[in-house]
T-cell receptor, first 112, second 115 residues
Framework: SQELEQSPQSLIVQEGKNLTINCTSS?????LYWYKQKYGEGLIFLMM?????EEKSHEKITAKLDEKKQQSSLHITASQPSHAGIYLC????????????FGKGTRLSVIA | GAGVSQSPSNKVTEKGKDVELRCDPI?????LYWYRQSLGQGLEFLIY????????KSGLPSDRFSAERTGGSVSTLTIQRTQQEDSAVYLC?????????????FGDGTRLSIL
């Protein structure tokens, strides 16, 4: 079965600093999804990457997909307290209709 | 509604009781998923409905778990004879077509505690 490994497991950064979260798959990626979760809430969809080399940005968050390495990265520029939360990557396990497999998450804290 | 709605938001029950969790997907979404999130386990898939097709039940952990989706909209996840290990947050998600090019949108979950 496919597994997603996220690193680091947790991260504490000072406000204004940049940071990167990685997600590595044990198998071929058919689509990679990034979500953010705050305690007691559901997952908020951030971005979806479908093709190797694809890069998407939303506000200060950029995600890239390296299909050959079966890896995706999420980069936050000039972090703010509002970026704090748990970031989860999810992957489609095949090319058709499919539920997602998720990593265990990266807990991000941003301190003033 | 605008988003995926789940109820109740919290449920505390005694071991051995049955519980029903409800999910109201985004209007027009044909695919509906149930996941479970527990400490140390992360998010795990339970069951998936796509239109009128037979559901994919491959993630259900035991025969105490069942789900149905009536009229292609609202879904109910039922856990019979609850055990303490069933304590978790149960999340529902929906997507427009279920294809991998359609993101899944999640509700806020039901936090289930078994005493």
């Amino acid at each position: 079965s496919q597994e997603l490994e996220q690193s680091p497991q947790s991260l504490i950064v000072q406000e204004g600093k940049n940071l990167t979260i990685n997600c590595t798959s044990s198998k071929t990626l058919y689509g990679l999804y990034w979500y953010k979760q705050k305690y007691g809430e559901g997952l908020i969809f951030l971005m979806m990457l479908q093709k190797g080399g694809e890069e998407k940005s939303h506000e200060k968050i950029t995600a890239k997909l390296d299909e050959k390495k079966q890896q995706s990265s999420l980069h936050i520029t000039a972090s703010q307290p509002s970026h704090a939360g748990i970031y989860l990557c999810g992957a489609a396990t095949n090319s058709g209709n499919t539920p997602l497999v998720f990593g265990k998450g990266t807990r991000l804290s941003v301190i003033a | 509604g605008a988003g995926v709605s789940q109820s109740p938001s919290n449920k505390v029950t005694e071991k051995g009781k049955d519980v029903e969790l409800r999910c109201d997907p985004i209007s027009g979404h044909t695919a509906l998923y149930w996941y479970r999130q527990s400490l140390g386990q992360g998010l795990e898939f339970l069951i998936y409905f796509q239109g009128n097709s037979a559901p994919d039940k491959s993630g259900l952990p035991s025969d105490r778990f069942s789900a149905e989706r009536t009229g292609g909209s609202v879904s109910t996840l039922t856990i019979q004879r609850t055990q303490q290990e069933d304590s978790a947050v149960y999340l529902c998600a929906s997507s427009y077509t279920g294809g991998r090019n359609q993101p899944q949108h999640f509700g806020d979950g039901t936090r289930l505690s078994i005493l």
